[in-house]
């Protein structure tokens, strides 16, 4: 129940990665973390500026992003890494640790079972850019560097004691700070009646077409207004989605702590109930 203003620097992602040393390749001939000018190193912040932002984003964007993958800033982190493929379900788009057997590497290098080579139509990376993307995924797909700061929890701010009155205006939960307002639409945050049995597992359960409001930007503060002609009577359940295929993120594409188990991901969930008024 605990709403806190967390003032989030973004400048924490210029400070890292100075100590590299200058030549573009460490003592393994691996590109170093920070190479002149801004070229690819094998970070996520890197990556996405280099590559995914300029490349891909013309057909992986937005609401239309083929087979829900969007891979602008903001949405890619958490759509790609253990996250899994549409096309070939049985492999994450992102292993972390294993190139290989991530559908990402595959796409990119032509070896995929299905579809064609990414950037589909274009000419295929070349052979050093996979292979840094390979890396970061060899060294665990690491999310990007301001995700020092922990994953963001959300709470609700209202109902406090878990029931509405039927004329209660709206459900408003709050986030620790700002999350990416793109990513609540149809899918990662769904409310749903019961039916009149309190049981949400035995399919007469009612999706409620409610109302989104955005509060408060920086936290993240939405209100979740009655749907047409106001609550019926019943109990409901609020979820916003912390998993894949599409979660909430933060800013810098880290999944909402939903469950709040102090780690990234996990859904979380509101239960509350609508009285008749008296
Ligand atoms: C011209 C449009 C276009 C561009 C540019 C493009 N893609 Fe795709 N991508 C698609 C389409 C369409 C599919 C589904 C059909 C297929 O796989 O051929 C797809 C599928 C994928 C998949 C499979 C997702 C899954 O869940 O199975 C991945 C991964 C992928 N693209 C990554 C990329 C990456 C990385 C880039 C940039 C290097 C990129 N794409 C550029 C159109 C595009």
Redesign the pocket.
């Known amino acids: 129940m605990r709403t806190r203003t967390v003032a989030l620097s973004l400048s924490l992602t210029l400070i890292v990665g100075c100590a590299g040393n200058g030549e573009g390749l460490d003592d393994n001939g691996r590109p170093t973390e920070e190479g002149e000018g801004g070229g690819l190193s094998a970070d996520f912040d890197s990556i996405q500026s280099n ?2 932002t300029p ?2 984003t ?3 964007s937005g609401a239309a992003a ?2 829900g ?1 969007r ?1 602008d800033e903001g949405a890619s982190y958490a759509l790609l890494v253990n996250a899994p ?4 379900p049985g492999l994450l ?1 992102v292993n972390p640790g294993d190139p290989d057997s991530s ?2 590497i595959q ?2 290098e032509g070896t995929a079972e ?3 080579r ?5 000419s295929p ?1 070349p052979a050093e850019t996979i292979a840094v993307i390979r890396q970061w995924i060899l060294e665990g797909a690491q999310a990007p560097q301001s995700s020092g700061v922990s994953p963001s929890k959300l709470s609700a701010a209202w109902p406090i004691e878990g029931t509405l009155s039927r004329n209660a205006p709206a459900i408003v939960i709050a986030s620790e700070r700002e999350l990416d307002t793109s990513l609540f639409q149809a899918g990662t945050l769904t409310v749903t009646r019961s039916g009149g049995d309190a049981d949400f597992a035995n399919g007469n359960e009612v999706q409620i077409d409610a109302r989104i409001e955005l509060r408060s930007l920086s936290p993240t503060v939405l209100a979740i207004t009655a749907p047409p002609g106001g609550w019926t009577a019943d109990a409901y359940r609020l979820r916003v989605s912390g998993s894949s295929p599409l979660a909430v993120t933060d800013l810098n594409s880290v999944a909402i702590d939903g469950n709040a188990d102090g780690q990234a991901g996990g859904d979380f969930e509101l239960n509350f109930s609508v009285e008749e008024s008296k």
């Open positions: 590559v995914l490349i891909c013309t057909c992986h083929p087979l993958l891979l493929s549409t096309e070939v788009r559908y990402l796409k990119i299905v579809g064609g990414m950037p589909l139509g274009g990376l």
